[in-house]
């Protein structure tokens, strides 16, 4: 079956290799209180491709997202299990008002790991709800590269079953998505080790116009991933409390790394962020 499913996960390699032009937006929180990481694609000729979606109650708008722009997902990739990237699209499944949802990407997690160093309950509730709803995920491959209605997916990076650390979040995928005009680099909750990781096998080939910025843009990979990247607009997935490092007691308080990171980008001169506690924003 891992075979079959692999085999698959290859079937877009054949698809054109033609350079169409999507749009993108970053979706938003239900609520200000709740972090959440969701990307909507749709390519020149209507379809949609979904980037992880967001947590538990997120799932009713997008849902009507996505219904209101044709109400078919050609394409939903997942970077890891956590809920807050997982859990829009569990809702979806459990109240069974579509979208119609075509196919599903992402790295399977050996369970028996996933209890030693992480113990995260969402996989298993997952994996159940695919089943029940004859849902049969492709498994991503690193360093695939295929195309969704001339829209091109490279796979750059999938769960190293070695590192341990930040477990749930380094057993993230990495893809980066291309048109003829733009590139956007999706990081998902990849930390230091996966980072690094990232970072020996590519070097400067991580070069991309857009990056989604890493575990909400906070203690995620470190300052010379982003440099490799050189990004020109990042893409904040990113709560006001947590933008502005605030536990309560004003800003830059908290223990969170955000305003570091934004330190960063200023360093590396980028000029536009869409930061997702503003709403629902089409990435121009």
């Known amino acids: 079956m891992k075979k079959l499913l692999v085999i ?25 209180t709740i972090q959440m990481c969701g990307y909507v694609i749709q390519t020149e000729h ?9 947590f538990y109650p997120d799932g009713e708008a997008v849902r009507d997202f996505v219904n209101e722009r044709g109400g078919v997902v050609e ?84 769960y190293n079953p070695d590192i341990h650390e930040n477990f749930g979040n380094n057993a993230g995928s990495v893809f980066r998505i291309s048109d003829s005009k733009r590139s956007v680099l999706f990081l998902g909750d990849l930390g230091v080790e996966g980072g690094r990781e990232l970072l020996a096998k590519y070097g400067n080939k991580l070069k991309s116009d857009y990056v989604q910025m890493a575990h909400h843009g906070q203690n995620g990979v470190e300052k010379d991933v982003y440099e490799a990247i050189n990004p020109k607009v990042c893409l904040w997935p990113t709560p006001k409390w947590l933008w502005d490092n605030n536990r309560g007691k004003g800003y830059n308080t908290g223990p969170w790394k955000t305003v570091e990171v934004r330190g960063w980008m200023d360093e590396l001169g980028v000029k536009t962020h869409y930061v997702s506690m503003d709403g629902i924003q089409e990435i121009k």
């Open 75 to 158: 394409a939903w990739f997942l970077t890891h299990y956590h809920n807050d990237h997982t859990g829009a699209l569990s809702t979806i499944l459990t109240d069974g008002k579509g979208p119609k949802i075509n196919r599903v990407y992402i790295h399977p997690l050996d369970y028996d790991k996933v209890n030693i160093y992480e113990n995260d309950r969402m996989i298993r509730i997952l994996n159940d709800q695919f089943k029940e709803h004859n849902i049969f995920p492709l498994t991503l491959v690193a360093g695939t590269v295929f195309y969704i209605d001339g829209v091109k997916i490279e796979v750059l990076r999938v």
């Open 8 to 32: 698959a996960a290859l079937i877009g390699l054949f698809a054109s290799a033609s350079h169409a032009d999507f749009k993108l937006w970053q979706l938003s929180a239900h609520n200000h």
């Open 46 to 54: 209507g379809k949609i491709i979904m980037i992880d979606g967001g």
